[in-house]
DNA sequence: TCAATAAATGCACTTCTGTTGCACTATTAA
DNA sequence: TTAATAGTGCAACAGAAGTGCATTTATTGA
């Protein structure tokens, strides 16, 4: 059994090829995807079955989903030793408005942030917009 | 001619009979409305002029739109004292889970966050989710 | 004042993303 | 081997956003 095989398997995802596949291209990428790009990845495959596996590896804690501000939700594996299944690994994401990519830094962890008397915080989306380093030319 | 139609000259927006009814609905409402909203409100106008207005409105910074991460585009007024023709204010948002409203803390400014070397930030975008006020029974 | 021009609006469509229902197929467990 | 369960493929739908073009309304300046 491969490492893929296993790290579905710890997460109760059965590993079927197709999620298998999808789960590699995940890691190839170094930046978060959207549904689309798995779609022209995988131009003979279902959207439906890249999106339900999408969801699935969402749900079991493989992946998360970003909010870049595009409108499009972006995907991108979570990190190995996250503890996403406990609480959220509240990393910033960065969305270059130059060639449209989003990453995770996952460095850099979102401040704590401090909301009005009566408001509960349970959850904090930090997204930055600029200039990546590829583009920046540095 | 009344303040909102002063308001709505001084951006350089020509105002016309819907756009002074829509500014009005935009300045009572307390929190962040989606186009959807408006077109309730004002059952018998065409979307599409409702659309554009909000569109010209953004363009002419009587409005900043907002991306509260459920997808759809929420308006709300810029402060009276801001200065977005110059810079963006970067106040953060609180989107309740409850009731599901948006409003602008416009007196939470979001902090310095700082992006790794060779990236550069234009802008960021800071949405917390929680329970509002309201619903919290605070 | 009135015609020419420009701006705003109304209507019809289109595109894109996300989502669901249902039938069919493969896998697993009894 | 068979029944139950999980995964996949296909078709269709929903909602939001956006566009092209004709028509109406407002502005301007001859
Ligand atoms: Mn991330
Ligand atoms: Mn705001
Ligand atoms: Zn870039
Ligand atoms: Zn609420």
Redesign the pocket.
Known sequence: MTEIEKTLENHQ??P????ILIYKYLAEKKIAV???DIEYAFAK?????L???L??FEEKKIVHQIDDGT????YALCESGCNCEIEQDLHLHFHCNNCNETVCLTEHKIPQIKVPDGFVSENVNLVVKGICDKCSGQ
Chains 1, 2 share one sequence.
């Open positions: 995802v059965r079927t090829a197709m999620r959207a549904l689309t495959a279902e959207r439906t079955t999106y339900r596996t969801k699935t409108g499009i939700s972006k």
